[in-house]
């Protein structure tokens, strides 16, 4: 059998499975490169989280946005999650994400964007709507940009994060933070719990990934306490 000497040029990028066929002088060669999902640090955690909910018989549910619910498909890849995982939410356009989280007309003409006290609220409506002992929340900006479209202007001279902290408080405003910056909330019986973290990426996918890696890390220390 022939083989050119020059393999065709592809590229793989987050595909379960890529099959490409080229047509060679007497023969097509065909290439199938198999990838694991998920991937096996995911495994490692998703599986620690199944045994602490299921050991205590409690329930968790999910609120995403950036990471347009791959934090729940990492979760019910462990087999047999329904035991514990009942379900979740995406918000992802701005509309549905304000009509959706359980906010107020004043809340909501407040809004400047995702924050620690946005990722809160919407972990708080989701507990309530759907009765789970715990709820991870997550918002944040993947990219290629931080622009929402929204209607009100943000704080004029504002450029950093610091200052649109306020821990005690229900102000969903805040400044623009930039592209790869999370937001994370959790609610539980234990109590409510927020955190950020910015990646400094600009790569939209390689955001969600490490949103999401992120995100049930700190659900994970969570529900260790």
Known sequence: MFYPHTLPNFQVTRYIQLRIHEPATSCSIQFIIQMTFPPPEITDIVSEIASILRSKNQTLAISEAACGGLISAYIVSVPGASDFYIGGKLLYSLKQRLKLSGWSDEEISNY???????????????????????????????????????????????????????SNSDDYSTVAPNVGTVFLGFTGPTGDFSTEKEFGNQDRSKNMTDFAKFALEFLLEQLRK
């Open 112 to 166: 400047m964007g995702p924050s620690e006290q946005v990722a809160l609220k919407l972990a708080r409506t989701a507990r309530y709507e759907l009765g789970s002992t715990y709820v991870l929340s997550e918002t944040g900006f993947a990219g290629p940009s931080t622009d929402l479209h929204l209607s009100n202007k943000r704080k004029e001279g504002t450029s950093s994060t610091d200052d649109a902290k306020k």
